[in-house]
T-cell receptor
């Protein structure tokens, strides 16, 4: 079965420090994509970063980077130089590309990040 | 501006009163989907549509209906809402079900309360 696990329900980080949000996944499909989304208190889902299973390098988008360890099936999000505006819920998600692909995104439970001034 | 528009943003209704949450996208996307978000469970797919007149069940379809008569619109229908359908709902679209790093565009969400 395909599954995303986020084991950190809540985290704190000091402003300007880096923080890592954990995500492990499970799939038997060799081709898949991994996503991170941010959900601020206003509720919208904001796309942050994407990693394809065949990508050779870890994805980076500004202050966000994805630490992709394929053998360990982990896709941790690293936020560098945290800002107060980073306080939000963060979701890891996966879409498998194999046969029978329905386009479904499978989400983890989410991690609430609070940045302290 | 490329976007997915959901309405309403907030809705309080009573058990059994039929309601429709609308979703419209202006990106000519083929793939559209509905999710519900509940605490501790993340987002779960309700229904999806790969194109006009092509819809199928997701993981939690009970109590919901959808239709896709036009490419841009994908309404979510609750024929007889119950309190366990109180949730935050998201509509999302993408170019296709296999869209890669382009990913999905999400609507702003609809917070539904059924009393």
């Amino acid at each position: 079965a395909q599954k995303i696990t986020q084991t950190q329900p809540g985290m704190f980080v000091q402003e300007k420090e880096a923080v890592t949000l954990d995500c492990t996944y499970d799939t038997s499909d060799p081709s898949y994509g991994l996503f991170w989304y941010k959900q601020p208190s206003s509720g919208e889902m904001i796309f942050l970063i994407y990693q394809g299973s065949y990508d050779q390098q870890n994805a980076t988008e500004g202050r966000y980077s994805l630490n992709f360890q394929k053998a360990r099936k982990s896709a941790n999000l690293v936020i560098s130089a945290s800002q107060l505006g980073d306080s939000a819920m963060y979701f890891c998600a996966m879409r498998a590309h194999g046969s029978g692909n329905t386009g479904k995104l499978i989400f983890g439970q989410g991690t609430t990040l609070q940045v302290k001034p | 501006e490329a976007q997915v528009t959901q309405n309403p943003r907030y809705l309080i209704t009573v058990t059994g009163k039929k309601l429709t949450v609308t979703c419209s996208q202006n990106m000519n996307h083929e793939y559209m989907s509905w999710y519900r978000q509940d605490p501790g469970l993340g987002l779960r797919q309700i229904y999806y549509s790969m194109n006009v007149e092509v819809t199928d069940k997701g993981d939690v379809p009970e109590g919901y209906k959808v239709s896709r008569k036009e490419k841009r619109n994908f309404p979510l229908i609750l024929e007889s809402p119950s309190p366990n359908q109180t949730s935050l709902y998201f509509c999302a679209s993408s170019l296709s079900q296999g869209a890669g790093r382009g990913g999905y565009t999400f609507g702003s969400g609809t917070r539904l309360t059924v009393v």
